[in-house]
């Protein structure tokens, strides 16, 4: 087995005989794929995989010899980290920075725990609306809350993508990143 320590954490995308995005794995489990050519490297990721026997560059996207037919997920799964990621990190009231999960309609009241009743908020006003809904409040949802749809949800979850996957993943033009505050 190549030693893999420099990359451990780092992840590769892996897409059926189609091209067809399937998942993420590890980087170790890319490069098992492709050392028993169950996969082929398509794009390379960072470095050199260093084993007695060869030299392999990191995979950051391999793509399976054979295909594989995969029955989909159609639900992302209501979590913290995906609410978060669905909603940017900003609080669905005020846009301040999130901290918290609200439920537009209170759970307190029969509100469900799903995509379409759940926000990130901020803890101020979270606190603030208690047990109330929005339209009790005279308050605004800044987008209607719904359930992340599309190939790139399905593969990545709340996952942040690599850049070099962006081709096979239809993926929207990253953001811009945020100028590095003054000291
Ligand atoms: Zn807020």
Same mark, same amino acid.
């Given at each position: 087995m190549p030693?893999i320590?420099?990359?451990v954490g780092s ?15 590890s ?5 098992i794929?492709v050392?028993?050519a169950k +996969? !082929?490297c398509?794009?390379d ?6 084993s +007695?026997?060869q030299?392999l560059?990191?995979p950051?996207v391999?793509?399976?010899t054979?295909?594989?037919k ?8 209501l979590s913290?980290r995906a609410? /978060?990621?669905r909603?940017?990190g900003r609080?669905?009231?005020c846009?301040g920075?999130? !901290?918290?999960?609200?439920h537009? /309609?209170?759970?307190?009241r029969?509100g469900?725990?799903?995509? !379409?009743?759940v926000v990130? +908020?901020c ?12 339209a !009790? ?6 987008s209607i809350?719904?359930?992340?749809r599309g ?5 990545l979850?709340?996952?942040t ?6 081709d096979?993943l ?7 990143e945020?100028?590095?505050?003054a000291?």
């Amino acid at each position: 087995m190549p030693d893999i320590r420099p990359t451990v954490g780092s992840s590769a995308l892996v897409l059926n005989a189609t091209y067809e995005p399937l998942c993420v794995v590890s980087v170790r489990r890319a490069t098992i794929l492709v050392l028993t050519a169950k +996969a !082929e490297c398509v794009s390379d990721g960072d470095g050199i995989l260093h084993s +007695a026997y060869q030299n392999l560059p990191v995979p950051s996207v391999v793509r399976l010899t054979r295909y594989v037919k995969v029955p989909y997920r159609t639900h992302v799964g209501l979590s913290r980290r995906a609410i /978060f990621a669905r909603d940017g990190g900003r609080c669905a009231y005020c846009r301040g920075s999130a !901290e918290t999960i609200d439920h537009v /309609f209170p759970r307190s009241r029969g509100g469900l725990h799903a995509w !379409e009743n759940v926000v990130a +908020a901020c803890a101020k006003c979270n606190h603030s609306k208690g047990d109330k809904t929005p339209a !009790e409040l005279g308050w605004r949802l800044h987008s209607i809350p719904q359930a992340p749809r599309g190939v790139a949800w399905r593969v990545l979850g709340h996952r942040t993508p690599d850049p070099r996957w962006a081709d096979w993943l239809d993926l929207p033009a990253a953001p811009a990143e945020p100028a590095a505050e003054a000291a």
